[in-house]
């Protein structure tokens, strides 16, 4: 692990010092021990503040599209010809290389505007998870060390194993290897364990439907519409998000528990074929709200359904721009 | 509860979203061969069934539609060449999704007319009719809070 970040400093500074990229986002050292926060670095002498360690969560893609969106925006005011193109470094695990893939399928910006540094990745560290594993007593150091995490608290030191405080998506990560880079540092990850990857998805279809509209409704009167999971998620790139039309209103702005359902039934359906299953949704969620069990749905159908997994491949275009005369059409009503 | 009570007359409401093309002229059809079918339902025209967004749905069904039905084109035959095969994908999964959080599935329906099917639009029509009356009026997701006042 610490092989990978000192070679990972090394390779950002170079890309730096080269010009090879204007700006580089990666992980940085955050306030909170338990958590590596988005770091956006300009300089070769910054570099050293990258880190890579279990505690980098959230999906980096997502301010890929915003740094080059915003360098855009900025180049309105600037003769065409002066205008400029901004190339942005990312560190990226599997998951992130999937979401690029998509913002390159949906035309969102070009393959040379951005430059992967990919990374091994063997799961994340959920701060969920680790919060239920201490019992409520709050962190105050963390280091990962093998298969445990060594955490100190104001009651002294404990040791939790890995495995039981990763991420629900890191379990049955299918794609835990970039899938596209320009920069590899360190040898590919062992592989983890796709097998199980719908387990979870079909244990909730065997269940009844009154049972999973209860449990639809129990989730989701947790929610209280922070648009924190829109706001993490490298595929809710709109300018203009559906929750913020006025005209027309879709979402309704009243105390009603429908209107926080159809914000959740809307969000995750836009997911459809585009949820590379990151987790960054699930672990922003304030409330922790079981987003993941009704994303990963989504991917089951497109998989089953279309034959189709979000961002695998950058030639596999997401299943809802394709059609195809020879789809299934079982659900549809005969009189 | 008091279900049994209200539901006495209860008619379902159906909103149906359908194309320009094939199902409202197969509506029309019905119509002008005097073809009888319930008045449960409530015809939105669209370009094609390519233009429903499932939001309308999900909306719909938010603002108390007892059942959602889309009909369009038979595949091949779309207007606009390929609008009711994307909206055959959509709709796959919509319904799939609609139904793995707990809807039924039988309240949200997906059909072709074509242009020349009065006779099975009024069937549809029937048909969805009855499934949805078997289900009894709508009770979730509906909005029962009204909107404030836009000012």
């Known amino acids: 692990m610490e092989n990978i970040e000192k070679q990972l400093r090394e390779e950002a500074g170079k890309l730096l010092s080269e010009k090879k990229v204007d700006v580089l986002i990666g992980y940085g050292k955050g306030t909170l021990p338990y958590q590596a926060v988005p770091t956006i ?187 924190a999971c829109r706001n993490t998620c490298p595929s809710c790139y709109c300018k203009i998000c559906f929750v913020e039309q006025s005209g027309p209103k879709w979402v309704g702005v009243t105390i009603d528990e429908s209107d926080t359902q159809v914000f959740q039934i809307m969000r995750i359906f836009h997911q459809a074929g585009r949820c590379v299953d990151c987790g960054s949704c699930v672990e922003v969620c304030p409330m922790g709200v079981d987003l993941r069990r009704f994303l990963k749905k989504l991917d089951k159908d497109g998989y089953n359904l279309f034959g189709h997994r979000a961002g695998e491949s950058l030639d596999s275009p997401p299943p809802l721009s394709e059609r195809s005369m020879n789809d299934k059409e079982d659900f549809i009503f005969e009189p | 509860m008091t ?85 055959r994908r959509k709709f796959a999964m919509l319904k799939s999704f609609l139904s793995y959080i707990g809807f039924e599935a039988d309240r949200t329906i997906f059909t072709w007319v074509s242009a020349s099917e009065g006779e099975k639009f009024a069937n549809v029509i029937k048909g969805v009719t009855e499934k949805v009356r078997a289900l009894g009026p709508a009770e979730k997701m509906v909005k029962t809070i009204g909107e404030p006042a836009q000012a």
Not at chain 1, 48 to 60: A, D, H, I, M, R
Not at chain 1, 188 to 215: C, G, H, K, Q, T
Not at chain 2, 47 to 53: E, H, I, K, L
């Open chain 1, 41 to 227: 670095i300009t300089e070769p002498g910054e570099a050293e503040q990258l880190v890579w360690n279990p505690f980098c969560t959230v999906n980096l893609a997502k301010y890929v599209h915003d740094v080059i969106f915003q360098h855009r925006e900025s180049q309105k005011r600037v003769k065409p010809e002066d205008r400029t193109k901004k190339i942005v470094g990312v560190v990226a695990r599997g998951c992130t290389t999937r979401s690029i893939i998509i913002h390159l399928q949906e035309r969102q910006y070009e393959r040379d505007e951005v430059v992967i540094i990919g990374v091994p990745c063997s799961g994340y560290v959920s701060k969920k998870k680790l919060w239920d594993a201490l019992e409520g007593r709050e962190p105050l150091e963390c280091a990962v060390e093998g298969d445990t995490v060594k955490v100190k608290t104001q009651e002294g030191s404990r040791s939790v194993a890995l495995k039981d405080v990763l991420s629900d998506s890191c379990f049955t990560c299918r794609y835990n290897n970039p899938i596209i880079f320009d920069v590899m540092v360190g040898d590919p990850a062992p592989p983890m364990n796709p097998e199980a990857e719908y387990e979870i998805v079909d244990a909730f279809e065997s269940l009844p439907d009154d049972e999973r509209w209860a449990y639809f409704t129990k989730e989701m009167s947790k929610c209280i519409r922070c648009y």
């Open chain 2, 3 to 87: 279900e049994q009570n209200t539901n006495e007359g209860w008619e379902p409401k159906i909103v149906a979203f359908v194309c320009n093309w094939c199902t409202y002229a197969g509506a029309d059809l019905a119509g002008i061969s005097r073809i009888q079918y319930p008045p449960t339902v409530r015809i939105i025209r669209l370009p094609c069934s390519g233009r429903v967004n499932p939001f309308y749905i999900v909306k719909a069904l938010q603002e108390g539609a007892d059942g959602v039905l889309v009909s369009g084109c038979h595949p091949g035959e779309c207007h606009y060449i390929t609008g009711n095969l994307s909206a």
